[in-house]
């Protein structure tokens, strides 16, 4: 491999080049990045009406001591559902007493000397003595409890107490519980844990796997979620911002589970500050996988998408920018890219629907970026847009391959926004080396080709491991642990690259179809020294004894110390798991002679 390490041969990569995608799938925010505790929290699964869908709240006490059911009376217009439950025993009630639990998102996970938030709302013609307990997911042994008494609940009144664990359980319920005959309401029963990540609801552990891959910008809320098998279901973002209790939740009839929309659009702009990530809001353009609003009736989503990017950038004194302020964030929100729908090119309408879209917003924010569905990589759009959006999913060899990509792909137009890659099928399981292998080449084209990708980023980002919709998946996780695929580990291999400056370099070995290589030159930001990092992709099953010359530059000035970091394992189709999470982890250890020329093995697979 020669390296031309002089200055004609530098290209600068984009800033922003390689982020992150965050869909709402496989339950990555309600039940995962998103920290509230109660599954269900409104009794709102089945819907707006009554009867609803408790689950997975469920009874403690058989039938002939307490019922449960549904009806219209919550405090919350926009969430009418409460939960009515009917005690019928009194001193006779088993020791405890009778009524329902919840075990959060398959199990919660309650950490000895951590402190929990609970707030709920409660009504009752008679006084209430409710105990509220965390337990093992039995309901036997006690890990937090408080009391509610009360005298007057005659109207909704809303509780709020601290529940200190005493004992650690990863599978955790929450129970509510009385033994006084009479009816008990409740409604947006809530608990989070106190230690999310600055305090804004975020499950810190996979918080801070996210932010360890220093995404430049996030990409969200999907995907198929933003667009819904029918536009009913699709993700509205108006419904998800105000208080939490407020927010109506939804059914994501594309992955096929309900939620309450803790994590909403004002979460999303907040996650993606938290990250130092520039927001990517893909809105719905009107289309679902089933239907497409003709544009004569588009105009109301129009307004929505201006209403959404308000609610973002608006002052805190514009209709919805006051809606944002008032829930905490005054200043505006940096959004700069928005995407006009997804996976959507091709479906009846689009083109025209778009071009209302991007006229509205170019007028009403000239400096937004927006982002087509059309792949524009070898012919161009038939109409403007900022950047085009690609996404690739297939075989370890077709992604790998697909470093060439960009090869030939136009200059001038519109850039590429590589917003959803990886490797699925057999080559992948649930995470493979494999599967990164393909992937690693193929970004390494996309580096190469930063002069016509703009951003790209892996799908999909996270996978609660109890409802797999979709693998493989870059973080898997459960109620208290988390790790991450080998495709996790091999996006670490690029965090450098946002900025950094591109050299030339030119396989010139004979085996170089199986092998992919780039060479960057990077500031550190924390020594401030310069270094020269060389990646190589050996996706074949030999290894490889390979030279790396570094022309161009005064020998003299190339310090001789360097490491190198490798990824690979024994069997190309290992994956890490709860019990070997970091079998598949890049190992970095010293190069023995760093400096204008090295030789380097290669190892098969890696
Ligand atoms: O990443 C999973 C899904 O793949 C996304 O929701 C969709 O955009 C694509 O089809």
Redesign the pocket.
């Known amino acids: 491999l020669v390296v031309n390490a002089s200055k004609d041969s530098i290209r600068k990569i984009p800033e922003t080049l390689f982020g992150v995608f965050f869909?709402e799938?496989n339950h990555a925010g309600a039940g995962g990045l998103w920290a509230e505790l109660v599954n269900n929290r409104g009794f709102e699964a089945g819907g707006q009406h009554s009867p609803s869908l408790i689950d997975p709240w469920s009874l403690i006490g058989d039938d002939l001591l307490v019922r449960v059911s549904t009806d219209l009376s919550s405090p919350f217009k926009r969430n009418p559902v409460a939960l009515r439950m009917e005690v019928l025993c009194d001193k006779d009630c088993p020791a405890g007493g009778v009524g329902i639990f919840n075990p959060g998102y398959w199990g919660m996970n309650i950490e000895q000397g951590k402190t929990y938030n609970l707030v709920l709302y409660v009504r009752s013609p008679e006084s209430v003595n409710v105990s509220v307990s965390l337990t093992d997911s039995i309901g036997v042994q006690s890990l937090a409890s408080t009391s509610i008494i009360a005298t007057d609940v005659s109207n909704w009144t809303k509780v709020v107490a601290k529940l200190e664990a005493t004992a650690t359980n990863k599978n955790a319920r929450l129970q509510l519980q009385t033994n006084k005959k009479g009816v008990i309401w409740f409604d947006q029963v809530s608990l989070m844990p106190t230690d999310t990540y600055k305090g804004h609801g975020f499950r810190n552990d996979l918080f801070k796997m996210v932010q360890d891959l220093e995404p430049a910008f996030i990409r969200f809320p999907?995907?198929?979620?933003v667009e819904g098998e029918f536009l009913k279901n699709a993700f509205r973002w108006k419904e998800t911002v105000g208080p939490w209790e407020e927010r109506p939740g939804h059914y994501g009839d594309?992955w096929f589970y309900w939620t309450d929309d803790g994590l909403g659009h004002y979460e999303f702009f907040q996650l993606a500050e938290d990250l130092g990530a520039a927001p990517i809001w893909v809105f719905n353009n009107g289309v679902s996988h089933q239907e497409s609003v003709n544009p004569l009736l588009i105009e109301p989503y129009v307004q929505e998408a201006l209403d959404g990017i308000e609610f973002a950038r608006g002052s805190p004194n514009s209709t919805w920018g006051s809606i944002r302020a008032a829930m905490g964030h005054p200043e505006p929100f940096d959004l700069k890219y928005v995407a006009i729908g997804?996976?959507d090119c091709g479906k009846p309408y689009y083109r025209e629907n778009y071009l209302k879209f991007y006229a509205a917003i170019r007028k009403a924010y000239p400096d937004i970026k927006m982002i087509s569905n059309c792949d524009a990589s070898s012919k161009p759009l038939d109409h403007p847009a900022d950047m085009y959006d690609f996404?690739i999913?297939s075989d370890a060899s077709t992604v790998f391959s697909q470093a060439k990509a960009f090869d030939h792909t136009s200059r001038t137009g519109p850039k590429a926004f590589v917003s959803?890659y990886a490797v699925t099928g057999k080559d992948a399981g649930l995470g493979s080396l494999l599967a990164s292998l393909g992937e690693a080449g193929f970004l390494i084209g996309i580096e190469k080709n930063s002069d016509a990708v703009e951003m790209a980023s892996y799908?999909?980002l996270f996978v609660n491991k109890n409802n797999i919709k979709?693998q493989p998946d870059a973080i898997v996780f459960d109620s208290s642990q988390s790790y991450g695929t080998p495709s996790y580990w091999m996006q670490h291999f690029f965090k450098e690259s946002n900025g950094a400056a591109l050299l030339n370099s030119t396989l010139q070995s004979n085996s170089s179809s199986s092998l992919q290589a780039s060479a960057i030159l990077f500031q550190d930001p924390v020594d401030k020294k310069h270094y020269l990092r060389v990646k190589v992709v050996n996706f074949g099953s030999t290894k490889v004894n390979l030279k790396i010359a570094i022309d161009g530059v005064d020998p003299n000035s190339l310090d001789t110390s360097g490491s190198q970091t490798v990824l690979s394992s024994t069997n190309v189709m290992d994956e890490n798991s709860f019990a070997n999470p970091e079998k598949i982890t890049p190992i970095r250890s010293l190069l023995e002679k760093a400096g204008k020329n090295m030789d380097v093995t290669l190892l098969p697979h890696s």
């Open positions: 869909e799938i999907g995907g198929c979620f594309v997804n996976e996404h999913y959803e799908a999909p979709w």
